[in-house]
């Protein structure tokens, strides 16, 4: 289990805000998902689904293969975390 705090961050208009990428929350205990009206980042915005996991930029199109991406590093941070823990 994952001992810290992770912060997901979405805009409100960008395609990554989906109810999937909420329903997040649920399985990975300690995420939090925070949708802001906007991140300043419009352009990107504008051309490809992003987000941000505790301050690091993910981006992928379609959305799909954002969720993917998002699921492969959340594992890895559990995965790191459990490795310490031992």
Not at 4 to 18: H, Q, S, Y
Not at 56 to 74: G, N
């Amino acid at each position: 289990m994952y001992g810290g705090f992770i912060l997901l961050e979405v805009c409100d208009a960008n395609p990554a805000a989906t109810s999937e990428l909420y329903g997040l929350e649920n399985e990975y205990p300690g995420l939090s998902v925070m949708e802001n009206s906007c991140m300043s980042e419009c352009e990107l915005c504008a051309a490809r689904p992003y987000v941000f996991l505790n301050g690091e930029l993910l981006a992928a199109s379609p959305v799909e293969d954002l969720m993917l991406l998002i699921r492969s590093r959340l594992n890895q941070l559990f995965a790191d975390d459990t490795e310490t823990s031992m």
